[in-house]
């Protein structure tokens, strides 16, 4: 069965933030004439998405056509209505280069916030071993033929790696930017279940989300990274510049567990000089580019196959310069404490120990994902108060006749009545919270009446996709009906949403106050 892609106003055009990342590796399986749909757990949510799609360590041009992006419901099954085509350069298909990445256009496609999405891609031609990520700790797909469009696919093959897909970004109105975390194999989430989505990184997502925070959270780890070396991955070093500082909306990178596999996996094992001035490096990088850099301490290992006194004593030195008030941190997780067993602090608390001694099992990563003082972040994302001037008559909108009457641009001047908080919800939505009566703007009657401030709660008459970039034309679009609001009647009568594409009448400067 194949579900039709719906058509829909235009996307928005302005920041990105990474929602979901992962890092690419050289040397994955090779496909022709197949279809990958590969799901990912998005922290953000937004109103708008944009893929991208890697062949940084292809060996040949990549050949992609027909991608789609869809709602996930179960399996290989997406939410009917939800799919989107996704084009590149208005195309349906491209090229990417040998060494490249290709950014798709802006889809406009509501963006749900800690929830599964499905990026469907064919590949019309041989691709050669691909870019990929090999521990993927989910399941993806493939199908033969092109099948991105289906509803579902007939009995696929199974994958835990991605494959060419390392992005999707959003647009989000309150974003407070991404955070990168950057690290080995428990950053990874080994030893967490396949599907479960309880590597930490997820499980600080879900923290942040809580809070109030609207942060993405960007896993970069590589199972087996190495910070000075390369071998399973590029080396923290050498992969900083394009898996942290080349990342949309980063403002922040938590450095983790990428030493610990230098101590084991190198012969001889660094120094715990060595290790410090890698990591000072990588601070100053981050520094450079204004992203804070926050430490973490290497976790215990003892009873792992590759430790050693000399990797313990090392290790140990690590997490006391990491300790240090002169460590050129912005900030520290301490995983060691959160993890170690108080009464043999070079091994794991039984109760986080996946039974390797090496990994931490999801309550162990739960522990460092705690570990996470959220107030490095900044306070939550505020409610700005905004007003909306329409472009219909360049009048203000307002709550007339101090709410009881629908929403009408015919101010010359902002006040109370003009005046609305803009409110962030979950899936990337916004609601508007009128100050005239402190009530919310609904597109009544399933978005068939004006809209008014006359409800108390937010339901889906009440969230609206603010498209356009924040600052300059904005548009906003009710889920009520999926239409687009207008200031009908060239702003003479109420706004309502009715419209299907954006003029005009569908425009308006927001303004913040």
């Given amino acids: ?53 890697s062949n ?116 989000n109105a309150t974003s407070q930017g991404a955070v990168v975390t950057l690290g080995a194999s428990i950053t990874d989430g080994v030893a967490s279940s396949a599907d479960s989505n309880r590597r930490w990184p997820n499980d600080l997502a879900v923290r942040l989300a809580q809070t109030g925070h609207q942060i993405g959270v960007l896993n970069q780890g590589i199972s087996g990274n190495r910070l000075l070396v390369d071998g399973a991955g590029q080396s923290a070093l050498n992969r900083f510049a394009r898996d942290v500082l080349g990342q949309p909306g980063v403002q922040w990178v938590i450095f ?3 030493p610990i596999n230098d101590l084991g996996s190198t012969s001889p094992p660094p120094s715990s000089d060595q290790l410090i001035a890698g990591a000072q490096q ?25 430790w050693t006194q000399q990797g313990e004593t090392a290790r140990e030195a690590f997490n006391a310069w990491v300790r240090s008030s002169g460590n050129g941190c912005d900030g520290v997780i301490d995983q060691d404490a959160a993890t170690h067993d108080p009464a043999n602090p070079s091994m794991y608390l ?21 570990a996470v003082n959220l107030a490095l972040f900044g306070a939550p994302a505020a409610t700005p108060v905004v007003s909306f001037r329409a472009h219909a008559n360049g009048m203000i909108v307002t709550a007339d006749n101090a709410g009881a009457a629908p929403l009408i641009a015919n101010r010359t001047a902002v006040g109370p009545w003009e005046s609305f908080d803009l409110i962030s919800n979950p899936d990337g939505s916004v609601s508007l919270r009128a100050h005239a009566n402190g009530d919310i703007v609904t597109a009544d009657n399933a978005g068939a009446s004006p809209l008014i401030a006359n409800r108390t709660a937010i339901g889906p008459w009440e969230e609206f996709d603010l498209l356009g970039d924040v600052g300059g034309g904005v548009s906003l679009r009710a889920h009520a009906d999926g239409d687009i609001v207008t200031a009908e009647n060239a702003g003479a009568s109420a706004l309502i949403a009715n419209r299907t594409a954006i003029g005009g009448w569908e425009t308006f400067d927001l303004i913040q106050d």
């Fill in 350 to 370: 039984p109760a986080y120990d996946s039974g390797d001694h090496l990994h931490p099992n999801e309550a162990g990563l739960q522990a460092i994902a705690n």
């Fill in 56 to 171: 940084v360590f292809g060996g040949q041009p990549l050949a992609i056509a027909d991608v789609h992006i869809a709602v996930r419901s179960s399996g290989s099954s997406i939410v009917s209505g939800t799919d989107r085509v996704v084009t590149f350069a208005g195309q349906s298909s491209t090229s990417v280069p040998s060494g490249a990445v290709a950014v798709s256009d802006p889809i406009a496609f509501s963006v749900p916030a800690l929830s599964d999405v499905a990026v469907s891609v064919y590949l019309p031609a041989g691709t050669g071993p691909s870019t990929y990520h090999q521990q993927g700790t989910a399941t993806n797909y493939i199908a033969a033929g092109d099948v991105s469009g289906s509803a579902g696919l007939s009995n696929p093959q199974t994958t835990g790696s991605y494959y060419f897909l390392t992005n999707l970004d959003v647009q």
């Fill in 256 to 258: 983790s567990d990428d």
């Fill in 1 to 53: 069965m194949t579900a039709s892609a719906a058509s829909s106003a235009p996307a928005a055009t302005g920041s990105w933030t990474g929602s979901w990342a992962v890092s690419p590796q050289s040397g994955g399986a090779s496909f022709n004439q197949q279809t990958l749909r590969q799901i990912v757990r998005t922290s953000i949510g937004g109103t708008s998405a944009r893929l991208q799609i």
């Fill in 282 to 306: 990588l601070a100053s990088l981050a520094h450079q580019h204004g992203v804070k850099f926050l430490c973490s301490t290497l976790t215990p290992y003892q009873g792992a196959a590759y």
